[in-house]
């Protein structure tokens, strides 16, 4: 029977890439000239600081658009509160979202059943299978998960068995 695994990952590669590309832009700009604005990526997030929350917002939105351009999804990352932090400086963390945790494991489940497709699904391992008898009702259950309002990640198919 054909069937696939439903997982959330971000290349960390293309998301270093990213980074230096946003860290380009912004040397580059006449709004940043003078400014001490930093993006850094750490292990399991990334960091933004800047003066300003106008300034923040600019580079939060510069990272965006370069995440766009290396078709990694604006879901991968959460954005938390921005914090001030010592010298003036404000800080936000942007958290990488990878892997399906047990809640949203649940919920995509449900949202499978509810669906009227012929398949099922079981969680394992941060993944879900999703076994069917038609390879079309497979991809029509991955369209309907990537588009759906109530899963805010990212979503790949992986291992597909035919």
């Not at 990694?72 to 010298?87: F, V």
Request: proline share 3%.
């Amino acid at each position: 029977m054909p069937s696939f695994d439903l997982v959330s990952k971000l290349d960390m590669g293309e998301l270093k890439n990213v980074i230096n590309q946003t860290i380009r832009q912004i040397a580059g700009r006449y709004d940043f000239k003078g400014a001490d604005v930093r993006v850094e990526l750490k292990e399991a997030f990334v960091e933004l600081w800047a003066p300003d929350e106008y300034k923040l917002n600019a580079v939060l939105d510069i990272l965006r658009t370069n995440m766009v351009k290396r078709n990694i999804g604006m879901n991968a990352l959460e954005p938390e509160e921005p914090i001030p932090s010592g010298r003036n400086m404000l800080k936000q963390i942007l958290q990488v979202k990878q892997g399906i945790d047990k809640e949203k494991g649940k919920q995509i489940n449900k949202l499978i059943k509810t669906s009227g497709h012929k398949v099922t699904s079981a969680y394992v391992d941060e993944k879900i299978r999703i076994t069917g008898k038609k390879i079309d009702e497979l991809q029509a259950i991955f369209s309907m998960l990537k588009d759906h309002k109530e899963v805010k990640m990212e979503l790949q198919m992986e291992n597909m068995k035919r």
